[in-house]
């Protein structure tokens, strides 16, 4: 074997020119052909005989964890963050029915002191924007559940799902019933006037969504989002 130290004409005594290597003749068409279809029929064969199996699997997605995201933000969000990406028509939903009401939330927050930002966000998320059959049909965008076991006309009203939620003559009744339910709760008292929204957040999961871990987390999103808390500065000057 000739070294790289080695002049030209050692390396060309050492590899000569005229003796190329040697190729073995490729298969032909016909081989080929035949190859092929040999190890077919031996794994159709082994396969119909039940000797091996093939699966295919595919990775899915953590469907507990998407399944229980989208059942918290309903049609307003689609990914399985918190930071969820709607289609055009569910954001102008929500930006419409936040220019509608947040002169309402202002209202009751001046008037209770509970954040227009919280009740607005809460608001959105249960009743869709404005979209749930509560909101449309017992103008009750807070879904809230009637207690009674006997119930005046046009008291509460029954819905597809068994439940009755409370049924009031406009949204604004709806918002006030909301406030006052929380004016008088002693969970929600000692937050009366106070911007912790992280508080109200997590209360308000354990009062009407126990069963729902990540609510909490999708009101802040939705108050980071839409920008909601401009409505609770008027709260703030006054503190």
Same mark, same amino acid.
């Given at each position: 074997m000739a070294s790289f130290n080695q002049p030209y004409s050692t390396w060309a005594n050492a590899y000569p020119p005229h003796q190329p290597p040697r190729l073995d003749p490729p298969a032909t068409k016909k081989e080929s052909f035949l190859f092929k279809l040999a190890i077919l029929l031996g794994l159709a064969y082994l396969v119909w005989d039940k000797k091996i199996s093939i699966t295919l699997a595919v990775a899915e997605p953590n469907q507990k964890a998407w399944t229980e995201h989208l059942s918290l933000l309903g049609a307003h969000f689609q990914r399985p963050t918190a930071q969820h990406q709607r289609s055009e028509a569910e954001q102008l939903r929500f930006l419409n029915y936040t220019d509608r009401f947040a002169p309402v939330a202002k209202a009751e927050m001046r008037k209770f002191g509970i954040p227009a930002? =919280?009740?607005?966000?809460?608001?959105? %998320? =249960?009743?869709? !924007? !404005?979209?749930?059959p509560a909101a449309h049909q017992a103008c009750n965008p807070f879904h809230l559940i009637c207690q009674q076991v006997s119930c005046?006309?046009?008291?509460?009203?029954?819905?597809?799902? !068994?439940?009755? +939620? %409370?049924?009031?003559?406009?949204?604004?009744?709806?918002?006030?019933?909301?406030?006052?339910?929380? +004016? $008088?709760?002693?969970?929600?008292?000692?937050? %009366?006037?106070?911007? $912790?929204?992280?508080?109200w957040a997590l209360r308000l999961q354990q009062q009407f969504r126990p069963k729902e871990p990540a609510y909490a987390d999708a009101l802040l999103e939705v108050i980071n989002q839409l920008q909601l808390r401009k409505y609770d500065q008027a709260e703030e000057a006054t503190n």
């Open positions: 930002s =919280i009740s607005l966000a809460h608001a959105l %998320l =249960i009743s869709q !924007g !404005g979209d749930s005046e006309q046009d008291h509460c009203l029954q819905m597809d799902s !068994g439940e009755k +939620v %409370l049924q009031f003559a406009t949204a604004w009744s709806g918002y006030r019933a909301f406030s006052k339910q929380l +004016v $008088n709760s002693p969970t929600f008292q000692p937050l %009366l006037h106070q911007q $912790n929204l992280s508080e």
